[in-house]
C-alpha cells in the first residue's frame, strides 16, 4: 500500500481559484517534502522543497507566492496553487523520506490539476 | 551542464533483449543512488536501489561507478511490461535530483 497519500488525485477548477493539494507521510514522519511539477511528456521539475516548522525552499523560476507551500507537521505538507491559470494545469506530485539519510524516497500517487 | 543526465531515448528493442541506460551526475557530495520507474500519467515508483558493490534484483542490475560519476541499469530478457520511463535519483543528503529519465519501449 502507498506509504505516502497525496489528495486528491483529480481537480478542475475554474482561472483565479486556488487549489489546495495535500501530502502525507502515513508510516514515517519525514522533515523535508519535495514538490514536482511534469507536464506531459516531460520530466520531473522539482518545484520546491518543503521543511516542516519553517519556509519552503523554492526552485529558480518558481513563483513563492503563487505556489504556496505549508509543512505543519511531520507528516502533512500541503502545496496552494493560488489564482490558478490555464497553463497551471498539470501533474503535480509530492515526495518524502523518511528522517534518515538514505531511505527510500517515496512518491504519493499524484494531483492532476486542470484550470478552466 | 545538468546535475543529473540521461539519454532521453526512446530506446526501442524486441522482447527478449538486453538493454542498458546510464546516468551521469555532476556532484560528487552524492550519497544515495535510485533507479525509478514511471508509467504514463503515474507517480514514479522505486526500481532499486544503487550500491557502489552492484546490486542485482531478477532481471535487473545497477551498478555505480563513483570514480566516473555513473551509474548504469541493465535489464536482461525485457518484457512488454518493462515499457516505462527509467528514471536516475541521484540523493545529496537532502538535496534530491532526478534526471530526465529514458524512454523504454519493448515491442513484441
Known amino acids: 500500500g502507498a506509504v505516502v497519500s497525496q489528495h486528491p488525485s483529480w481537480v478542475i477548477c475554474k482561472s483565479g481559484t486556488s487549489v489546495k493539494i495535500e501530502c502525507r507521510s502515513l508510516d514515517f514522519q519525514a522533515t523535508t517534502m519535495f514538490w514536482y511539477r511534469q507536464f506531459p511528456k516531460q520530466s520531473l521539475m522539482l518545484m520546491a522543497t518543503?521543511?516542516?516548522?519553517?519556509?519552503?525552499?523554492?526552485e529558480q523560476g518558481v513563483e513563492k507566492d503563487k505556489f504556496l507551500i505549508n509543512h505543519a507537521s511531520l507528516t502533512l505538507s500541503t502545496l496552494t496553487v493560488t489564482s490558478a491559470h490555464p497553463e497551471d494545469s498539470s501533474f503535480y506530485i509530492c515526495?518524502?523520506?523518511?528522517?534518515?539519510?538514505?531511505?527510500?524516497?517515496?512518491f504519493g500517487e499524484g494531483s492532476w490539476l486542470t484550470v478552466v | 551542464r545538468k546535475e543529473v543526465e540521461q539519454d532521453p531515448g526512446p530506446f526501442n528493442v524486441p522482447e527478449g533483449a538486453t538493454v542498458a541506460f546510464n546516468c551521469t551526475y555532476s556532484n560528487s557530495a552524492s550519497q544515495s543512488f535510485f533507479w525509478y520507474r514511471q508509467d504514463c500519467r503515474k507517480e514514479p515508483k522505486l526500481l532499486m536501489s544503487?550500491?557502489?558493490s552492484g546490486n542485482e534484483d531478477g532481471r535487473f542490475t545497477a551498478q555505480l561507478n563513483r570514480a566516473s560519476q555513473y551509474i548504469s541499469l541493465l535489464i536482461r530478457d525485457s518484457k512488454l511490461s518493462d515499457s516505462a520511463t527509467y528514471l536516475c535519483?541521484?540523493?545529496?543528503?537532502?538535496?534530491?535530483?532526478f534526471g530526465g529519465g529514458t524512454r523504454l519501449m519493448v515491442k513484441p
Open positions: 544503487v550500491y557502489s
Open positions: 515526495s518524502a523520506r523518511a528522517d534518515r539519510v538514505g531511505n527510500t524516497i517515496y
Open positions: 535519483v541521484v540523493d545529496a543528503g537532502n538535496m534530491l535530483t
Open positions: 518543503s521543511n516542516e516548522g519553517s519556509k519552503a525552499t523554492y
